[in-house]
């Protein structure tokens, strides 16, 4: 019989693991729902971005500023930048993929992280790319491992520092390493998303290795600590060459409207953003400090959730550990794609939240 014809992906698309996002709904019949699976501001979005939003109904029927540029004006103006530098984007996960569809040819390689953000290797993937994998050192980036894996057919390197899931980091001196040992070819990309939560004085998010070299790119996004996750708002800082290469790669009006506004107005509310640190490092400390009361070992972490490693028991392993929160309400990240088979990582929410969580917790390696 005669083979239906019919339209086939590219080659390797198959072959890419769609990305999972964090879970949002828990067991049937739960009255109350704490979701802290997805590394959400636990304060909500600053009341400036709201306002925002509700003004730009008024004019929904026109097309946003294609360039953003009332929105790279107010990051610029924030962070001392040159707005000429700067592109924003439907998520910082937008500029990720634009990056390896400017600079991977098929069979180029891309490197990242062992336990490095899932949507670098579908990226890789996506645009052709072979994806490579470094080695960490205690859930660290190690960047002996990542220069080790470079070849002559190395063309991005991506680092998150913090990085997701682990919330560990590298300070400015071993990222200045990294970079001084890649050839000038190779494009560094610093995922920086969780920048803002930061407290370490060795520690810098990138800016001031984009200003001096030509081949760094740092990402940031509005999802974490501005709070607008619904919005989808990311942005990078660049060289004028990458930039220019992105806008000509990029969709026409890739931001939208409301997003514009909501941004310009997030970036301006600082109150808000240090509210939400100020919230988060009194929580980050003492979740850490709780479950270590609990006998769990926790990774240190510098950014706005915790990874919680459990013991190698079924009865007490991290699934049934999941599986026990959900029945509670008590939404939590599985991170088996990560290489963690056996951890739980959780964002940092608000007090109601974290204290159910340390209770359930107790009570589940009670029984």
Known sequence: ?????????????????????????????????????????PLGASPAAKEAVRRITETMEFYPDGAATRLRTAIAERHGLNPANIICSNGSDEVIG?????YLNPGDEGIFTEH????????????????????????????????AAVTPRTKIVFIANPNNPTGTYLPLEEVRRLHAGLPGNVLLVIDAAYA??????????????????????MTRTFSKIHGLGGMRIGWAYGPAQVVDALN??????????????A???????????????LHNEKWLSW??????????????????FLLIHFPEDIKHSAAAADDYLLARGYIL?????????????????SEEANRGVVAALTEFLKD
């Not at 953000?117 to 490579?132: D, N, S």
């Not at 803002?196 to 790119?217: H, K, P």
């Open 1 to 41: 019989m005669e083979k239906t014809l019919r339209p086939e992906p590219r080659k390797g698309v198959m072959d890419i693991a769609a990305y999972v996002p964090g879970k949002s709904t828990a067991a049937a019949g739960v009255e109350k729902i704490h979701k802290l699976s997805s590394n959400e501001n």
């Open 98 to 102: 634009l990056l390896t569809q400017t």
């Open 116 to 147: 490095g953000f899932l949507v670098y290797k579908i990226y890789i993937q996506a645009a052709g790319g072979v994806p490579i994998v470094a080695r960490e050192s205690r859930e660290t980036a190690d960047v002996d491992a990542i220069l």
């Open 196 to 217: 803002e939560y930061v407290r370490r004085n060795d520690y810098e998010a990138g800016i001031e290795l984009v200003s001096s070299a030509e081949n760094v790119v």
């Open 248 to 261: 000509r790669v990029r969709a026409p009006f890739n931001v939208n409207a409301a997003a514009i506004e």
């Open 263 to 277: 941004g310009v107005a997030a970036m301006g509310d600082r109150g808000h953003v240090e509210r939400t640190v």
């Open 287 to 304: 979740l850490s400090e709780e479950f270590r009361k609990l006998g769990l070992r926790v990774t240190p972490s510098v950014a706005n």
């Open 333 to 349: 990240r599985r991170v088996g794609a990560y290489g963690f088979p056996n951890a739980l990582r959780m964002t940092v929410g």
